[in-house]
């Protein structure tokens, strides 16, 4: 047996598997984060993911993406993290079975999400 095959194969899961546990603890701080907001607003959490893609911003050290929930026919604006190459957020993805859903880009300006952000601490729960 290859013994150099067998050290890249083994690599490589390890690699992988590292790779889940961290989308996992994404994901589980990300939940929670939005949990505590559609507790909040009784599931209306429309007008906030600016806010909760913030706190899972600062929660995670993730990058804020603007751009547009696809779905349907019809792009809705929208927020969400981006972080070590995983997707998060929480707030989308209960669109996910939706016909033809996707997210499409913006941008992935700092400086534009921390110019809109003021407008909406209004939101953020304490």
């Known amino acids: 047996m290859d013994s150099h095959w067998d050290t890249e194969f083994y ?18 701080i990300a939940q929670e984060i939005y949990n505590r907001y559609h507790s909040a607003f009784d599931g209306d959490t429309q007008g906030a993911c600016i806010i ?3 706190e899972i911003r600062q929660a995670i050290n993730g990058t804020p993406i603007a ?3 696809c779905m349907c026919g019809i792009e809705r604006p929208h927020w969400w993290i981006e972080k070590d190459g995983i ?6 993805d209960r669109y996910k079975d939706e016909i033809n859903f996707h997210r499409r880009e913006a941008h992935r300006s700092l400086e534009e999400f921390n110019t ?3 407008r909406y ?3 953020r729960l304490v």
């Open 11 to 28: 690599e490589s899961e390890a690699k992988e598997e590292e790779q889940m546990c961290k989308e996992a603890k994404y994901e589980k």
């Open 52 to 54: 909760i893609a913030d």
């Open 67 to 69: 751009g547009f929930l």
């Open 87 to 92: 997707t998060i957020d929480p707030m989308g």
């Open 116 to 118: 809109i952000l003021p």
């Open 121 to 123: 601490e209004k939101y």
